[in-house]
């Protein structure tokens, strides 16, 4: 039924109904905050437990570099794609057509939802065929920032343009007192004589991952322009989205605070100022930002080679924070909530050990997670809400953001010493030449893809299974 339609028919039944003695106050659908920085999607039910949309993946132009229209693979032609939102515990259905020439899906990162709603093709789950519409339906139980790509050929059809962010917005009562709520969705993408790269068999790739040259914020290669009152502080959700590069940003001329990650705002005692952010592939990060005087900017620091062929620093601004002295000052106070958040319980949890190793064949690299590349099958088995602690052996060079489907962990140890990220997460990175311990309770049931989010290391083998038995 379309918007009117349905609209027309609460009309109706509303006419027909006889009139009670009292009427109950009108139910007026909640407007979610406005989350600035993507053009949001139209919640297409008009009812408040539901949030509904429609995409269509296609393929289309996008201005990525001002000036230059590039074609892309698009959610609704664009890239990223609309920004979704629902509140925790509401309902969300989102009915995804493929118009391209090749089956998709939509994965929706960092969400705990039911597993056949999770967007990987696996057992008897299908992919969305060319021209087939498929209708994903899931209550998000968690507040934060997420985001969806797919989850075949990723390493195409992410580089492609198949990107978006989600937003679980949190009970108002938990939410950050703020004068901007705002989504940065980062990504670097490879565009040779301005066409996006054909994939690439080349062995750096296969070693590192694809590097892109041009740097994107919310899907242009422009640093986003802020004004900021006076007072004034913000949220900011950051996303790194790029196929493999794990991102540094430092913050000259604001005051930042960490107070949340992957799995949403963090309790007090846990958030802190922080200079330098480096964000992993697939991470998130939540951020209350202060202006310290008239300007400012979040800057990412991308490292590249000297005319020595020394490894130098190069600042890059993704976006200019001015203060807005014409404005009125701000009096939002910032976040001040102090929702709980349980970590895993690890005395006398399980172990389990996951190694990575690569072997160089004839048609290139393959990736391993103990000795198995995908989709050779995992007899990983685990038994729900009982906590394991996941010990991800790193021997080689080359860095992997670690990312679990449908669970949060915490970090325990990078090296034996205790790790520095705090909160729930769903992605860690694992530098080369070392070993991070995690721990997760599997709360959710289901087999659930454990995978490099390197997309070029996933799709050379290194994704495995586990399965949680409830
Ligand atoms: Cu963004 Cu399998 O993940
Ligand atoms: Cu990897």
Redesign the pocket.
Known sequence: MTRSLLLLALLLTACVEPAAEEEPPPVEPQALPTVQGLQPSVDLDPSDDVAEYAMTVREGSVELVAGQMVEAFTYDGMSPGPLLQVRRGQLMRVHVTNDLDEPTTV?W?GLRIDVAMDGVVMGNIPAIAPGDTFVYEFTPPDAGTFWF?P?VRSNVQVEAGLYGALVVHEDAALAPSVDADRIFVLDDVLLEDGVIAEESSNHMVQMHGRFGNTLLVNGQEDPLSIDLRPDGVERWRLVNTANARTMVFRFPGLSVREVGADGGLWPQEWTRSIDELTLPV?ARAELEVRLDGDEGSLEQVVLALDANNDVIEVPVDRALVTLDGDAAASDASGFTADPPMALPDVDGADEHVLAVSAVNGADGVTWMLNGRAWPEASDWVVDQNVPVIIEVQNDLGPEHPF?V?GQFFSVLERDGAPADERGLRDTVLVRGGTTVRIATDFSNPGTW?V?C?ILEHAERGMMTTVEVVP
Request: charged share 0%.
């Open positions: 994965h990162h790509h989850h697939g990312h489907h893809m995978h989010h």
